[in-house]
């Protein structure tokens, strides 16, 4: 069974930074894109970057330039930079296969942007 364990998450101010971190067991990174993803209150859960098993990267439009995913295909983790954060970046972070999830989620880490 694939498992995600997510953390690095907490609470920021405006303008911060945090790192995430995902440890991923049950599959071998390296032959899978991979994805992070948020949650925010009341929100569906959305994709918020792709790192993709030939090292490519993307990222939506409200992220871009302030967030970076990698990986460490030798530790089986990923990670998310993420700086000048924001309010509206205030979510639960996950880790999963990008475009078709595995079932079930990790528990994600709680990411709380406020002054």
């Known amino acids: 069974q694939v498992q995600f364990v997510e953390s690095g998450g907490g609470l920021v101010q405006p303008g911060e930074s945090l790192r995430l971190s995902c440890v991923v067991s049950?599959?071998?990174?390296?032959?899978?894109?991979m994805g992070w993803y948020r949650q925010a209150p009341g929100k569906p859960r959305e994709g918020v970057a792709v790192h993709t098993a030939n090292d490519r990267t993307s990222y939506i439009d409200a992220v871009k330039d302030r967030f970076t995913v990698s990986r460490d295909n030798s530790l089986n983790e990923i990670y998310l930079e993420m700086t000048s954060l924001r309010p509206e970046d205030t979510a639960v972070y996950y880790c999963?296969?990008?475009?078709?999830?595995?079932?079930?989620w990790g528990q994600g880490t709680q990411v709380t942007v406020s002054s």
């Open positions: 049950g599959i071998l990174l390296e032959n899978y894109h």
């Open positions: 999963n296969r990008a475009g078709v999830p595995f079932e079930p």
